[in-house]
């Protein structure tokens, strides 16, 4: 019996607040694909506090609030993969948050150096959560506004940017050549594990968002190279986030 082919848009038995934390997020957040170390780091230099953590079996994720100007935004980190990260997603939204920046680094497929900035426009679905929350289809246009307005951001600090469309996929370890030739062949640029099933959540829940990628490792030649993982582009993507995301 075919279990997921047609999309339920009931709610679930389980609410994603259903800690009943107490928290009260401000609207605007970002959540980022980076180490714990990087945005606490940028959580403190910015009058950053702890309003709560989320938990779960293998780790707890402080949520920090951060003053970005005269506005606070939440600032938290994101587990890897589409499942874990739109479970987080969930609970920002639960919690106070309406407009939603994730920003983290990517695998170009192209010819694209390492550490280019990538505002993503469309997502191939090729993960299942995203299922849950949209009908099927081939793939998610992202808002235009939010786009627009991070291309401006970027051009405002001189910053080449792409807007692209990423391959959302699953399966890191199953990125095999005939894959990413179709997935080039329907115009991706480059691949990551998490944006297609974001987008379909916030989509679902009536929320804005949007995400920034930035390449790392490369696929373009039909072999792995893993460059230098796109570490340059760690600091500076999470600043371009955290201003980014206020005028969504």
Known sequence: MPLFTDFDPEEGLISPGFEKLGLALPEYAVMAFLSERHIQSFAEAHEGYQAGKFMSLTKNFPVWVVKIGEEEVTLIQAPAGAPAAVLMEERLFAYGTEKLLTVGCCGALTDLPENTFLPVKEAFRDEGTSFHYLPESDSIVLDEEPLAHIEEIFAKRN??????TVWTTDAFFRETKEKIEQVKEAGCQAVDMECSALAACARFRGKTF?????TADTLASMRHD???WGKDSR???LALAMEAVLGM
């Open 235 to 237: 600091n500076a993507s």
């Open 159 to 164: 910053i080449p940017c792409m807007p692209c």
């Open 210 to 214: 949007a995400q920034i990628l930035f």
């Open 226 to 228: 893993e460059r230098n």
